[in-house]
């Protein structure tokens, strides 16, 4: 007799549920000829989403699969010939270039996991270890006109010599999901009621972040291995498109934990630090976790088979709000993470790269 699901961390019976995630049509949204009443309910159940999960689908027919083919086949060659050094900036706290592998380690949330229903638990150690993924840090969009001072957050990019389109293909890819998170800023903002431009504005110069995740699932493709541990976003809005290997797993506002399964043809949003602090708790940053599950382990055998690469690419755009800006809460009382206060009272006015550079501090990246 098999023993009970809330023996099994890898047991997958509680994820046949309908998920909670909604999906906002950007091209329903963008549409002059959209009726109001219709806008106004993408923008409403956008708002929504991401205040009950944290989490939001996007269809936006301008990002295009074979462009985000061209980038993972890109980043694939470059994690498994990367060194790890030539291309790191450590003296700017990893914010551009590469991060090697066990560098970044998550936040001790070990009291919030222990408390959470067995079977809801994330499967990061505690205290937690430096996770096992690489990532590389491409600037997108215009730097600030003057000097920030945050110059760190906001320095040139890192160009790796041996690839010649690097550029090129970094900044189409990393265009496409700064343009679709911009447009979800815009929605989200009207559902809320806030005009359409209140995250928007905020967000024109900041250190935007395409942020490809590399695992090399022949090091570390073993069942149960986290990959990312138990963490939630530092920044604004993260926007994903669809990693060839599955394994990501969100938690809900009321503390379920749900893989996720980007449908066809969307892309993914999470809320971030910086919108828990806009929003005064209405919504929260939500938390994460990137692990080999039975389904990884699958796809590693189908793609083994192929010949196919086996690092887990993960197209990932961090979104931020502009260094030198100032977060308040733009909404009423929403109620907060547990043990803050919401509102001005539990996020009190704070320059948006202040608080970059302290959880950069508490992940590893930055300095002492």
């Not at 073993?222 to 969100?250: C, E, K, M, Q, W």
């Amino acid at each position: 007799m098999p023993p009970p699901a809330e023996s099994d961390p890898h047991n997958l019976q509680h994820e046949m549920l309908p998920s909670p995630i909604q999906t906002l049509d950007m091209d329903a949204y963008r549409d002059q000829t959209t009726s109001l009443s219709c806008r106004e309910a993408e923008c409403r159940k956008a708002a929504l989403s991401l205040e009950t999960t944290g989490c939001l689908y996007v269809r936006d027919s301008r990002v295009r699969e074979a462009d985000s083919n061209a980038f993972l086949d890109m980043l694939e060659s470059y994690f498994a010939a990367s060194d790890g050094k030539r291309d790191a900036r450590p003296d700017l706290y990893y914010q551009v270039g590469v991060t090697p592998a066990m560098i970044e380690t998550p936040r001790n949330h070990c009291t919030r996991a222990s408390s959470l229903p067995p079977l809801h638990r994330p499967l990061t150690l505690c205290p937690p270890h430096a996770d096992p993924k690489w990532r590389f840090f491409w600037r997108v969009g215009p730097h600030p006109p003057t000097p920030s001072k945050f110059q760190p957050l906001n320095a040139p990019p890192v160009v790796p010599p041996d690839y010649p389109y690097w550029s090129k293909v970094m900044d189409m890819w990393g265009g496409k999901m700064l343009q679709a998170v911009w447009g979800v800023a815009e929605a989200v903002a009207e559902g809320f009621g806030l005009p359409p431009d209140s995250f928007t504005r905020r967000m024109e110069y900041g250190p935007h972040l395409l942020a490809p995740t590399g695992s090399d699932f022949g090091r570390h493709g073993a069942l149960g291995t986290v990959l990312a541990g138990y963490h939630y976003d530092l920044n604004f809005l993260t926007i994903h498109g669809r990693a060839r290997f599955p394994g990501l797993s969100v938690w809900l506002r009321d503390g379920r934990k749900i893989p996720v399964r980007v449908p066809a043809g969307c892309l993914l949003v999470q809320a971030g630090r910086q919108m828990e602090h806009l929003t005064g708790g209405r919504v929260l940053a939500g938390f994460h976790e990137v692990a080999v599950g039975s389904e990884t382990v699958e796809a590693i055998a189908r793609r083994k088979a192929e010949g196919g690469s086996l690092w887990r690419v993960s197209s990932t755009l961090f979104s931020h709000i502009a260094s030198d800006q100032v977060l308040r809460p733009l909404l009423g009382k929403g109620g907060g993470r547990e043990g803050t206060a919401t509102g001005e009272e539990g996020y009190p006015p704070l320059m948006a790269g202040e608080l970059v550079m302290e959880e950069l501090r508490a992940i590893k990246l930055g300095g002492e």
